[in-house]
Nanobody
Framework: QVKLMESGGGSVRAGGSLKLACEGF????????MAWVRQAPGSEREAVAV???????NYADSVKGRFTISQEKDKDTVYLHMNSLKPEDTGRYYC?????????????????WGQGTQVTVSS
């Protein structure tokens, strides 16, 4: 069993920054592939950044150059550093995991989810 707990959301003006954290509990095998997935109001969930167990990283085109995913293994925590935030980045951000990063861009590929944390960017 895996439990994922997000923190760090909030409200910020466009151009600002936020740092999200996801602390993991339970099986490390099931959560070798860690991702941040967001959902804007009225939209489907969109994977924005993923960190594979081998250290490889991928980003959605919409956040490349602005968001950075990182990991602190001794704290079992994955972070999402978000810079140059835009109003279209507004949404609920979820930490998600699967064993392998198969089809990482598809939200349905992830088997474990946190409760999410809200990010609101005003213009």
């Amino acid at each position: 069993q895996v439990k994922l707990m997000e923190s760090g959301g909030g409200s910020v003006r466009a151009g600002g920054s936020l740092k999200l954290a996801c602390e993991g509990f339970g099986s490390t095998v099931i959560r070798k592939c860690m991702a941040w997935v967001r959902q804007a109001p009225g939209s489907e969930r969109e994977a924005v950044a993923v960190l594979d167990g081998d250290g490889s990283i991928n980003y959605a085109d919409s956040v490349k150059g602005r968001f950075t995913i990182s990991q602190e293994k001794d704290k079992d925590t994955v972070y999402l550093h978000m810079n140059s935030l835009k109003p279209e980045d507004t949404g609920r951000y979820y930490c998600a995991a699967q064993v392998f990063c198969i089809d990482w861009e598809r939200a349905g590929a992830y088997t474990s989810w946190g409760q999410g944390t809200q990010v609101t960017v005003s213009s």
